[in-house]
């Protein structure tokens, strides 16, 4: 079996192989870090609201990572598309850290699935960016999603630098694991995915599990992948003042018991599977009724834009409307506070690369009871900090629930052992083996052109 390391140690509950001992050598103190990089995010604006349209846990991946890459004195300029009139072509997101808007395809309306043939338009944006500087200005190019990475392949190639890649999603693992009335995947995704994998320097996996994925599915070279935990900011997502605090702010009973879902709502995520299990909790159990609340903080995306009013239909179905509680998408700092006053997290997901949302929540002091598939495993530490569900039966969600409805200081217990858990996700962290990442990256494209010109 092979050997594989993690840039960022082992994980309770991850696969054991590991990345080969030769790339941990790479990563050799004294090497040149960059001092510049492009950041490609092709179809989703780092400056986006999460939980809107196709903003999520990976918009959060690069502003995070982007701020803290800059605190450790590499720049970061993120190259996105414009989706609305009359923006800036830079924005400041924060010192060291720049947003530049590129002018591909039409503002609004445009799918993410048609995005494709756009990529013509957003690469010549992004050489036009690069033209106006002068030669050697960007060290590196880390490019987010299967969009993005066929722009940073050009853009790699034609400024003689890296190119570093993060998948964050994979089609054909996505595929593999498809929610009832989901679309699968195209073909074009799978070749093209398959092609960057093939032209990236290094591929950033945030588990051992999705570094296995990229081996098994795509043929990645097990030398070229780093593993590399994402973040939590914890300076938000903290417990704060309490969940009672929290509660007051809300408007929220102080004696409920309140199971929440946060983040898009499309059939990947899997929200009615929480709705099922509130439906066969009551069914048990009448008399929690006057006792529970079940908030569903989010908005359509993906396939769910088809059916936006499919999951308040679903809860009318079940008899539950009266206490589920449909919320828009908020920002960071109340999400966080979301987070807090619920008694439990649901994460019933059927697909996650890592699944942010979980360790979010963890930090602010709340378990999780979340579905063990992709890296969610390592996100939530099943037994201690939440319980993992193999598969997306309602009534095994229900089970869960009722040990948080019948034991209330379960709550507390495992509240405490979650925000514990979620300290060693930290962002300063994923910059940091990031930043090695992308040290190794520089390293080995050096050696190569220089053997190529000995």
Same mark, same amino acid.
């Given at each position: ?29 004294? !090497? ?5 990089? %492009? ?49 800036? %072509?830079?924005?400041?997101? %924060? ?48 490019? !987010? ?22 998948? !964050? ?56 992948? =780093? ?8 300076? +938000? ?10 509660? =007051? +702010? ?89 987070? +807090? ?19 979010? %929540? ?18 939530? +530490? ?38 514990? !858990? ?33």
């Amino acid at each position: 079996m092979t050997q594989y390391v993690s840039r960022l140690g082992t994980s309770r509950g991850a696969p054991r192989r590991r990345f080969p001992a030769g790339l941990a050598g790479s990563f050799t103190a004294g !090497h040149r870090r960059p001092r510049r990089i %492009a950041m490609l995010s092709v179809h989703t604006s780092p400056l986006h609201q999460p939980g809107t349209g196709d903003a999520g846990g990976m918009n959060v991946y690069i502003v995070e990572l982007a701020r803290r890459l800059a605190a450790i004195n590499i720049e970061v300029e993120i190259f996105t598309r414009s989706t609305t009139g009359g923006l800036p %072509a830079a924005v400041e997101l %924060a010192p060291g850290v720049l947003v530049r808007h590129v002018d591909a395809g039409p503002y609004e309306g445009l799918a993410k699935e048609e995005l494709p043939a756009q990529l013509c338009a957003f690469t010549h944006g992004v050489m036009q960016a690069w033209a106006g500087q002068r030669p050697g200005y960007y060290d590196l190019v880390h490019s !987010h999603y299967w969009l993005s990475g066929h722009v940073g392949w050009l853009a790699a190639q034609r400024w003689g630098v890296p190119l570093v890649h993060a998948m !964050h999603t994979m089609a054909k693992v996505k595929n593999a694991a498809l929610a009832e009335g989901d679309t699968p995947e195209p073909a074009a995704r799978v070749i093209g995915e398959t092609q960057i994998v093939d032209a990236a320097d290094r591929l950033i996996a945030n588990t051992a599990g999705e570094a296995d994925e990229l081996v098994r599915f795509y043929d990645a070279d097990p030398r070229s992948v =780093a593993v590399v935990h994402p973040g939590v900011n914890l300076d +938000r997502f903290r417990p704060a003042d309490g969940r009672a605090a929290a509660r =007051a +702010r809300l408007g929220l009973p102080q004696d409920a018991l309140i199971p929440l879902f946060a983040g898009r709502i499309q059939p990947l995520k899997a929200p009615d599977v929480l709705l099922r299990a509130v439906a066969v909790l009551l069914d048990r159990d009448p008399a929690l009724r006057s006792r529970i609340v079940v908030p569903v903080v989010g908005g359509p995306s993906g396939s769910g834009l088809a059916k936006p009013e499919g999951l308040q239909k679903l809860a009318s179905r079940l008899g539950i409307a009266d206490v589920v509680r449909f919320h828009p998408p908020v920002g960071q700092d109340e999400l966080a506070d979301w987070f +807090r006053a619920a008694s439990v997290l649901v994460m019933p997901s059927h697909s996650e690369s890592f699944g942010l949302v979980a360790v979010e %929540a963890q930090a602010a002091g709340t378990p999780v009871v979340a579905a063990s598939v992709g890296g969610l495993p390592v996100a939530v +530490r099943d037994g201690v900090s939440g319980f993992l569900i193999p598969g997306h039966d309602p009534a095994a969600y229900a089970q869960a629930l009722e040990r948080f409805a019948a034991a209330p200081e379960l709550v507390d217990r495992m509240g405490e052992a979650a925000a514990e !858990h979620a300290q060693r996700f930290g962002w300063d962290t994923a910059a940091a083996g990031t930043a090695e990442v992308y040290t190794a990256a520089v390293q080995g494209h050096r050696r190569r052109t220089r053997t190529r010109h000995a």
